[in-house]
């Protein structure tokens, strides 16, 4: 991505930080034993954790017991819980770093295969995909990705990476995080990030590739 879609994308996030001030409201209320404050960032943000759950783990029943698990963790710790990130960054990442130790632990995760699928789709869907993950000034892979048959070619591929590098993926390229708040999410260094992300997206070249032959 260019530094300029980052910026955009950082802008964003501080306007999504601003609406979110109210997490630290719930927060608050919560620790001064409102327990109905919790229930209200639960219902919030759920759906948006297993969804990213479960492009790591691949397993729906895994995604909803990790999902469950991140929301223990964080009623275990709320009380550790300083603010210095927004609460929505906070809580992704117990729910990916959950994730990732879990993945590790479970060698039964296996790569799914392309192959018995890849007839359905034609070589110019292929191709986009392909040409939007060889060019880093293109745009967002979620805007790429919004006809249903290239979301499916490129879900399937991101099974074909490790669960790190599948992370930092699906954040940035689903979750539309800017590399700065990656970082914080996943607890590693900027340029980290940004190597992760580079090699993740040749591997996910040589999938495209070695599916349209």
């Not at 040409?131 to 399937?156: C, F, G, H, N």
């Not at 099974?159 to 995080?177: F, H, T, Y």
Request: glycine share 2%.
């Amino acid at each position: 991505m260019t530094e300029a879609a980052d910026i955009d994308t950082r802008r964003r996030e501080a306007s999504r930080d601003h609406f979110s001030a109210g997490d630290a409201a719930l927060v608050e209320r919560y620790r001064r034993g409102d327990a109905a404050a919790l229930e209200h960032l639960v219902v919030k943000y759920q759906n948006r954790i297993y969804n990213v759950v479960l492009k790591i783990c691949a397993d729906p029943d895994d995604a909803a017991e990790l999902t469950q698990e991140t929301f223990v963790k964080v009623l275990e710790n709320l009380h550790k819980f300083e603010g210095r990130s927004g609460f929505y960054t906070w809580a992704f990442r117990i729910a990916v770093n959950l994730t990732l130790n879990y993945c590790q632990r479970n060698a039964r995760l296996a790569t799914r295969s392309l192959d018995a699928e890849q007839q359905q789709y034609n070589s110019q869907e292929r191709q986009v995909l392909k040409d939007y993950l060889s060019d880093d000034s293109s745009p967002d892979a979620a805007v790429v990705v919004q006809q249903k048959e290239l979301y499916e070619i490129a879900t399937r591929a991101l099974m074909r990476l490790d669960e790190a590098q599948r992370a930092v993926v699906i954040l940035r390229d689903i979750e539309n995080m800017s590399y700065a708040r990656i970082s914080k999410v996943l607890d590693i260094e900027l340029g980290t990030v940004r190597s992760r992300l580079s090699r993740a997206r040749s591997k996910l070249r040589e999938v495209l590739e070695a599916i349209s032959q």
